[in-house]
C-alpha cells in the first residue's frame, strides 16, 4: 500500500496502476481514504472506468462528495453510467441537493423519472434499497428464448441467477432461477418451470421486516412490487447484510441511552457524540434525583444506622444487574421475532421463577458473609438479604415485562433496557429496603 | 394452518396434503412444529421425498430428532441422500452418537469418510459451516466443454452461479460466474474469463472473521481452502446471515453480564435461565460490597451530615450511565472492525472532551436544581456538583480504554459493558464524593 503511494509521489502513475489492479474494488477504496485527498483524487482517475465506478462504490461519502467536486462533468456521467442502479441511489440521497439536480439534468428523460421515482421512497424502506438491475421474462417464452433474451440484455444485470417472470401489465407471476433454464430442454416453456410460490415484499415496508424475510426463507434475492403487485426492483442479499448489522448496532445505542449514531465512532465528532448521549443521561440523572426524595423521607432511620447507607450501592448495582440481564433477553428476543406480545405471561411466570432462585442464591451468599465474616448485626443483615431477595425478584420482573409493554404501545422495546430499568429498580430497592429497615429495627 | 390440522383429523391425507404443497417449506416446517408430535410424523410423511428433505432442514433440532426416531433406516437413508451436506452436518452435530454412528454405518465409504472429516472442524470455524456442493471446472475448458460439465453434474448445485476453477491438485485457480459463461463464446477458453483475484477462507478460520470477510467484499459464496490451498468446500451467505445475528445476540448477553444461552429465550428451562445468569450477578454483588466498605470508612461524615447519603444513588446511576455509554461505542466499534487497539489515544482524547461536555452540562443543571429549587446549602451543592462532574469525566475514560484493553489481553471486549463499567465507577466515584464532602464540609 506505501509502495503504490511511493509510486504515485514519484510520480510513476503507469506503475501504481499496475499495482491498484491487482486489488479488490474494495480494498482500493480503503487504500484511497488514506493519503491525502488530491492523491487519491490521482490514483482514482488513472483507474479504468469500469473499476473506477465500482471503487466509486465502496468509497465513504465525504470522499465520493470531493471526488465528484472535482472532475468534469463528463466523468461524473461515465462514472453513473458504470454504477448499479441502487448505488447511484445510495450515493445521491448522501450528496447536496444541488448536485443531486445537477446529475437528474444531465440524465435522459426516462432515468430521470427513475433516479426521482427511487429517491423520494422513505429511508429504510424496502424501496430504498431495491435495485432496477433484474432479467424479466414472459411464462410464454420457451427456455431457448428466454437464454436468447438474457443474452441480449442480461450482461450488466446484478442478480443474474434469479428470473423475473411477469406479465404484460408488469405485475409479478414468477421467478425461474438461471439453473433451471439452463438445465432445461430448450422447447420447454418458462410457466413450467417457474416457481409461483413466491415471497415478496412492497415498496414501503420496513427493512427490518425485509431482513427478517431474508433470514427465516434462506434467501438470495427478492423482488419488490408496489400496490397493483406489479414488479418495481428487487433486493439483493449484500444490502441485507448491511442493514442486520445497521439494526444490531442501532439496538446497542438506543440500550445503553444513547440517540443512534449513524456514522463510525471516530469518524463522528466530539460535539455530535456528546449531544447524542446527554438527552437520556439529563432524564436519567432527573429521574435518580427523586430517589434521593426517598433517602431523605428516611432520614431519621438513617440517623439512628448510618452504617445502613453502605448498602446501599450493592442493594443498587445487583438490582440493576439483575433487571437488566432480563430485559436484554427479552428486548432481543423481541428483535429476532422470537418473542411476541401474547408471550408476557409465560414471561412473568419464567422471570419470576429465576428471580426467585437467584435472589435466594445472592441473599444467602451475602448473608453468610455480613453475618458472619464482616460480623454485622443480625437485624442489619436481615434488612440487607430480605431486601436483597425482593429487589432482584422485583427487577427481573420488571425487566421482563417493560419491553414487551413498550412494544404494546409501539415504543421501541430497546428503550426499556439497562439505563431506565436500573432508575425504576433503584426506587424500589430503596423503598423496600428503608420500609424493611424501620419495621426490623423499630423491633429490635 | 387450523384448517390442515383439521383435514389430517379427519384422515383426509390427500387434502392435507394438496394444502401443504401450497406453502413455503420453511413455513411447512414451523407448522410442523405445533401440533402434537405424532400428528407432525404423519404430515411430514405425507410429504413428496425432495420437499420432505427440505422441510426437515429447516425443523428445530428436537423434531428432527423424533422425526428420526419414528421413522425407518430406509426413509432416513432417503432424506440424507436429497439433503444438502451442510445440512447433514448441522443436523448430525446436534444428534447423539449413537445415532450419528448408525448414519456413517449407512453411507458409502466416499459420503462416511467426508461426514467425519466435516464433523471433525472445530464448532465456529469455517470448516463447520461450508457445504460441498459446489461446480468445479478446469481452466482449459472451453465455455462449450464447461456448459456440457455443469448440465451434466450441476442440477444439485446449491450455489449454481459461481463455478471454481481448480488444477489436478484441487488448487483454487479461480472462480467464474455463470453469467460470464452463457455470454461468453462457446469457444472461449474458461481461463480467459474466471477471475484469479479471489477473496477466501481457511477451513480452521473463526466464523466471525468469515462472516466480516463477506460484508467487507459484499460477496454470495465465499470458497474454503486447505493449508495446501486446495479447495475443499464454500461458505454461502444464507449461513453467514445466521451467524451475524448469532454473534450480536451472544453480544448482547455477554454486555448484560449473562453467560451465552444458545437458544430462544421462550425455548430456555429456567434453571439454565438462572445459571447462566448468577455467575456474574455474584461476582459483582461481591465487588460492589467493597464500596460498602468505602461508605463506612466515611461513616463519621455521613453521621454529621445524613442528607449526603440522599445523594449516593443519583451520583452512581449518571456514572455508571455515562460509562456504559462510551463502553458500548467502543465494544460496537471493535465488534465492527471500526476501532483498533492503536486508537486508544484517540478514543481518550474523544471521551475526555465529551465528558467534560457533558459533565458541565449535568452539573449545571443539577446545581440549579439543588440550590435554587430544593434549597440544599451551598456546601452540600458544590460537593454534589462537583463530584458528579468529575464522576461523569471518569466514567467516560474508563468506558471508552477498558474494552481495548480487555481486547489487548484476548478477553472479549463485551465483558467490559455496563455491570462492570457501573461497579468500577461506583467504588470511584464514592470515593471522590467522600473524599470532597470531607475537604468541603470541614472548611465550611
Redesign the interface.
Known sequence: MQQIIDLVEQNQYTKARAELL???P?DIAHLLEKPPLEKSLILFRILPKDIGADVFSYMSSEQQKYIVGNITDKEIRSILDKLYFDDTIDFLEEMPANFVKKVLKNADENTRQLLNQFLNYPENSAGSLMTIEFVDLKKEMTVREA?KH??ET??D?ET??TCYVINDQRQLEGIV???RI??SDEDVLIKDIMET?I?YVHTLDDQEDVAAK???????TMPVVDNEKRLVGIIT??D???I??EE??E???I????AP?ED???KTD??T??KH??G???I???S??F???I??RF?DI??SS??L??????L???G???G??S???????IA?G??ESH?IF??II?EL??GI??GT??AG??FL?LYFIEKVTLTITATVCISLFFT?LMAKVVGGILPLVAKRFNVDPAIMA??LI??IV?AAA?TIYFILASNLLHIS
Chains 1, 2 share one sequence.
Do not use: C, H
Open positions: 491487482k486489488m479488490n474494495v437464454l438474457i443474452k442480461g450482461f444485470k443474474f441467477d432461477t438461471i439453473r439452463i438445465l410460490n415471497t431474508f433470514i427465516k426463507y434462506d434467501l438470495m442479499v449484500d441485507i447484510l448491511d442486520i448489522e444490531a448496532t439496538d446497542f445505542q440500550m445503553a441511552g444513547i449514531v463510525a465512532y471516530l466530539v460535539l457524540l456528546a448521549r446527554i437520556w443521561l439529563l436519567l440523572m432527573i435518580a434525583t430517589t434521593a426524595n433517602v431523605k432520614e438513617l440517623q448510618v452504617l447507607a453502605a448498602f446501599i450501592p450493592m443498587m448495582d445487583t440493576g444487574n439483575a437488566s440481564q430485559s436484554t433477553l427479552v428486548i432481543r428476543g429476532l422470537e418473542i408471550d409465560k414471561i419464567k421463577l429465576v432462585i437467584v442464591v445472592l451468599v451475602n458473609r432482584v439497562s439505563p436500573t432508575t433503584d430503596l
